[in-house]
């Protein structure tokens, strides 16, 4: 049994990938309480099997995560990842373990679609380590 409905998670991926993708500066305008919260519902997806049981629902936050760390116009994610207690211990163990799951999920026509969420997860690890070397420096 899940915990939410599917379609609310899906509004709330769909909602945000548009705006990020059409409206310019989407995440200054968005503010960091929103992005913690998104962010912590990410966590939560990626660590708590019962809060949804379809993988790619939390593989489409792991997108959303990434996209936002990558906009070059802002450094509010960086930001986010250092200020974020819940990221800070949930976050790596939960992306390793969508990670590894992600490999044995779906059918054989989903193939290229593990990839791209395992090329997300790598670049937000990438990026998970660059705050955290910075932070010793």
């Known amino acids: 049994t899940t915990f ?53 629902m939390a593989g489409n936050f792991v997108e959303l995560i990434f996209f936002f760390l990558h906009e070059t116009k802002s450094g509010i994610m960086y930001q986010v990842f250092k200020d974020n207690e819940i990221a800070h211990w949930n976050l790596t163990n939960g992306l390793i373990r969508f990670y590894c799951d992600i490999a044995v999920t779906g059918s054989s026509h989903q193939f290229y679609s593990k990839f791209k969420y395992r090329f997300y997860v790598n670049k937000i690890f990438t990026s998970l380590w ?8």
């Open 4 to 56: 939410l409905p599917e379609h609310f998670l899906e509004n709330v991926y769909k909602f945000h990938l548009t705006n990020f993708k059409f409206k310019q500066n989407y995440l200054n305008f968005v503010g960091d309480s929103h992005i913690h919260e998104l962010l912590n519902l990410t966590c939560l997806l990626l660590s708590q099997e019962q809060i949804s049981s379809n993988p790619y």
């Open 130 to 137: 660059a705050i955290r070397f910075t932070d010793k420096i």
